[in-house]
């Protein structure tokens, strides 16, 4: 696919070659494409849009372009097609770290954006419910985070208005209510994504797999890609490679991001990855009956947010995910020896669950850089998103490590990264708020 599409374009438009970025020092290099993004993920999409559609509104008359690889044949069909649809609120991390600024940024985006373009979404509301003092006290700290330190809206509900909403939820010590918790159509927002970054001239190949990127030659007082990279690209219909240039380099692709890494970054630099699996339960019964997002208190370390109860847009509940570390990312198979632990988590708060009614559904995998867990600080460990301008390169920004909450961040990771490579808050694309 990427002969037909990338390929074809690039031979029919000698318009398409582009000087190198301004910010290089050395002299201007042609190079086939501005900006070539690896991985059509929902985060992959946001930073292509975000940075298609910048340049534009804001160089409509230059030769920039943006050029996406999917090793696919469809966008979005990992991590991104694989979670929970949960806009998240932003209340669980440190309040500094880029997961809750870019979570608080990125939720508000989403839902300006859903609501433009009619994407399916629903600010269904979610509990996190305590069953005891000590899980009391962790819903307390978060609460006061959230008013001192974050602006993002909380609150306790009285034990008559949490049995009087949700009859059948058990909390015993508390529940925290976070109300700008929702969920969203996550093909539906890839498709959007993907929609406004053509129309904003980008080009999207499908079928293509990455398999090498090296800095084009330079001279030896400049860093490593100042005169932009070459990569080879594999269709991955035919097997043909593909050799093109690009002025940067955005390293989106989720789950091997640390491969692309490694084949870029000295040895020395070399990441090892893990993978923290997440299994699904459908539900059935109609019984017991519940409209918001249940979660428990989340266990330090446990590297997720606890096995929770969430809708999908026709309000069907599924439980998951809970956490199975895994060393293969592609096993995505649910088996029901995962159900006994589900169901001993889900018992805690919805004692009246029908088991029977419970039925291993799907997986989604987390690319973890430290096996540790998912909130706070401290010997468990808190570890943040990955977003940089990687040290001793020009035009390549790295990012490894997107997990939760990646998918309700994704819109202010795409201006961060349009903000690292092109320029300043002021100078956004269209619809885009700032990135942070
Ligand atoms: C179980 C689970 C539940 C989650 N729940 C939520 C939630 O409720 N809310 C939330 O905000 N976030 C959630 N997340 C996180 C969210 O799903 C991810 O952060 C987000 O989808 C990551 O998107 P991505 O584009 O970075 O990665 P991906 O969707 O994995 O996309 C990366 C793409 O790169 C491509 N690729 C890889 N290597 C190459 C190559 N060499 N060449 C070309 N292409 C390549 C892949 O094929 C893939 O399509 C959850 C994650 C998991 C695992």
């Known amino acids: 696919?990427?002969?037909?599409?990338?390929?074809?374009?690039?031979?029919?438009?000698?318009?398409?070659?582009?000087?190198?970025?301004s910010f290089s020092s050395t002299a201007p290099v042609r190079t086939d494409f501005t900006h070539v993004i690896i991985g059509g993920g929902v985060v992959g999409l946001a930073i292509a849009r975000s940075l298609a559609s910048y340049h534009a509104t804001h160089n409509p008359n230059t030769t920039s372009s943006t050029l996406l690889l999917e090793r696919h044949p469809h966008l979005g069909t990992e991590t991104?097609?694989?979670?929970?649809?949960?806009i998240h609120g932003g209340l669980y991390y440190p309040p500094d770290s880029l997961k809750t600024r870019l979570c608080i940024a990125g939720r508000e985006q989403l839902y300006d954006l859903c609501n433009k373009y009619s994407i399916p979404h629903r600010k269904t509301g979610k509990w996190i419910v305590a069953q005891d003092a000590a899980q009391l006290e962790s819903l307390e700290r978060i609460h006061e985070t959230c008013k001192s330190t974050l602006g993002v809206?909380?609150?306790?509900?009285?034990?008559?208005?949490?049995?009087?909403?949700e009859p059948d939820v058990r909390a015993e010590a508390g529940v925290l209510e976070s109300p700008e918790t929702g969920i969203v159509d996550s093909h539906a927002l890839m498709t959007a994504l993907r929609g406004l970054f053509e129309d904003a001239g980008g080009t999207v190949a499908v079928?293509?797999?990455?398999?090498?990127?090296?800095?084009?030659?330079?001279?030896?007082?400049?860093?490593?890609?100042?005169?932009?990279?070459?990569l080879t690209v594999q269709d991955t219909t035919t097997g043909e490679p593909s050799r093109i240039t690009a002025s940067t380099v955005i390293n989106s692709a989720g789950l091997h991001a640390c491969t692309i890494h490694n084949l870029l970054a000295p040895a020395a630099r070399h990441i090892t990855p893990f993978y923290a699996k997440g299994n699904?339960?459908?539900?059935?019964?109609?019984?017991?009956?519940?409209?918001?997002?249940i979660y428990p208190?989340?266990?330090?370390?446990?590297?997720?947010?606890?096995?929770?109860?969430?809708?999908?847009?026709?309000?069907?509940?599924?439980?998951?995910?809970?956490?199975?570390?895994?060393?293969?990312?592609t096993s995505l198979s649910v088996t029901?020896?995962?159900?006994?632990?589900?169901?001993?988590?889900?018992?805690?708060?919805?004692?009246?669950?029908?088991?029977d009614a419970l039925a291993p559904d799907y997986a989604g995998i987390r690319p973890k850089l430290r096996r540790a867990g998912a909130e706070g600080k401290g010997k468990d460990g808190f570890v943040d998103f990955y977003v940089r301008r990687e040290d001793g390169?020009?035009?390549?920004?790295?990012?490894l490590g997107i997990e939760s909450p990646g998918l309700t961040s994704s819109l202010a990771i795409g201006g961060l990264v349009r903000e690292m490579l092109v320029g300043s808050k002021s100078g956004r694309g269209v619809d885009e708020a700032p990135a942070l």
């Not at 509900?157 to 009087?164: H, I, Q």
């Not at 699904?280 to 997002?293: C, D, E, H, N, Q």
């Open 297 to 329: 208190v989340v266990t330090p370390g446990s590297g997720g947010l606890g096995t929770h109860l969430t809708l999908d847009l026709a309000s069907r509940i599924r439980f998951g995910p809970d956490v199975e570390w895994v060393a293969d990312p």
């Open 280 to 293: 699904y339960f459908a539900y059935t019964s109609p019984r017991p009956r519940v409209s918001r997002l």
């Open 393 to 399: 390169f020009e035009g390549w920004v790295n990012l």
């Open 207 to 230: 079928n293509s797999s990455v398999t090498s990127i090296t800095p084009l030659p330079t001279s030896p007082s400049s860093l490593p890609g100042s005169s932009g990279y070459v």
């Open 1 to 21: 696919m990427f002969a037909r599409t990338a390929r074809r374009q690039l031979q029919s438009s000698t318009g398409l070659s582009c000087i190198a970025r």
């Open 336 to 355: 029901a020896s995962r159900l006994p632990a589900a169901v001993a988590e889900i018992r805690k708060y919805l004692p009246g669950i029908e088991v």
């Open 80 to 86: 991104s097609s694989r979670n929970s649809e949960v």
């Open 153 to 165: 809206p909380t609150r306790f509900l009285t034990k008559t208005e949490a049995r009087n909403a």
